[in-house]
């Protein structure tokens, strides 16, 4: 899975310039921008969950 975009990836890939953390799309990118990238992906994450738990008290409280 690449660090920075969370994608999955075959690794080595055919042809592929991917290394073992960072897929085909993203080798391009200068690496101090990945390292942001990747920061924000694990925000992403970490804000899906919140919602996603906030979704999961609203049903609660609709079926109660
Ligand atoms: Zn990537």
Redesign the pocket.
């Known amino acids: 899975m690449?660090?920075?975009?969370?994608?999955s990836?075959e690794y080595p890939g055919h042809n592929s310039l991917?290394t073992r953390t960072?897929?085909?799309?993203?080798?391009e990118?200068p690496e101090e921008t990945?390292r942001v990238?990747g920061i924000l992906r694990r925000r992403v994450e970490q804000l899906t969950k919140q919602v996603a738990s906030l979704q999961g008290d609203t049903d609660e409280r609709q079926s109660a």
Do not use: H, Q, S
Not at 2 to 7: I, L, N, V
Not at 22 to 27: D, G, K, N
């Open positions: 690449c660090r920075t975009c969370g994608t990836y991917a960072v897929c085909e799309r993203c080798i990118i990945r990238l």
